[in-house]
Every structure is written in structure tokens, then in C-alpha cells.
């Protein structure tokens, strides 16, 4: 069975760190792109970053100075770093693998002083 586990969510405060994890148990996920979403309160899942099997990386403006999405194919896994998070970073960050129809169960990330 196919998952996708996300892990590393928390409060933090305002300025702070988190690093997101998203686990898959396909190996031959490795050369799919992985991106990541999130969904605030009231509002739709939003795309915030991807990365292509070959380590291509995009971001949403608004978080391409503070996050960093990165693979690590020896343990089938793709990890957020997010830096100086602000209020409006509040949200569940879900991982998803791009084309296919797997996604995590989601992890919240509340940043609040």
C-alpha cells in the first residue's frame, strides 16, 4: 500500500524553524516530482514548493527566501526547512506526489507568539 507520511510540525513563533518531512514508501517515487501544499483555515490547498526527480525546485513567492525544499533518495523522503515563519505560514502542510493520486495525511504548523 502506498503512503505518504508527513512529520515535523509544531508551534513556533514568529521568526522561528521548522523542518517539514514527507516519507513514501515507493521507491520508484524517487524520480517523480514531490511537491508540497497547505491549507489555512477557511481557505483552499495552496502549492508552496516542489522539487523534480532530477532536484529542480520552485516556490511560491512568498516563502522562496525562507523555505527549502530538498530529496534525499536513500531514505525515500523530501524534507521543508522553513525559516523565519510568520502568522500567515499557519496551516496544514500536506505532501503530495506530483501525476499521482497519493497525498499525506497532513501535518499542522501553527506559528504564534
Known amino acids: 500500500q502506498v503512503q505518504l507520511v508527513e512529520s515535523g510540525g509544531g508551534l513556533v513563533q514568529p521568526g522561528g524553524s521548522l523542518r517539514l518531512s514527507c516519507a513514501y514508501s515507493?521507491?520508484?517515487?524517487?524520480?517523480?516530482?514531490v511537491a508540497w501544499y497547505r491549507q489555512a483555515p477557511g481557505q483552499e490547498r495552496k502549492w508552496v514548493a516542489e522539487?523534480?526527480?532530477?532536484?529542480?525546485?520552485s516556490y511560491l513567492h512568498s516563502v522562496e527566501d525562507r523555505f527549502i525544499i530538498s530529496r534525499h533518495n536513500d531514505r525515500n523522503s523530501v524534507d521543508l526547512q522553513m525559516n523565519n515563519l510568520k502568522p500567515e505560514d499557519t496551516a496544514v502542510y500536506y505532501c503530495?506526489?506530483?501525476?499521482?493520486?497519493?497525498w499525506g495525511q497532513g501535518t499542522q504548523v501553527t506559528v504564534s507568539s
Open positions: 515507493e521507491m520508484a517515487f524517487s524520480m517523480n516530482t
Open positions: 503530495t506526489v506530483l501525476g499521482t493520486k497519493y
Open positions: 522539487i523534480t526527480g532530477g532536484g529542480t525546485t
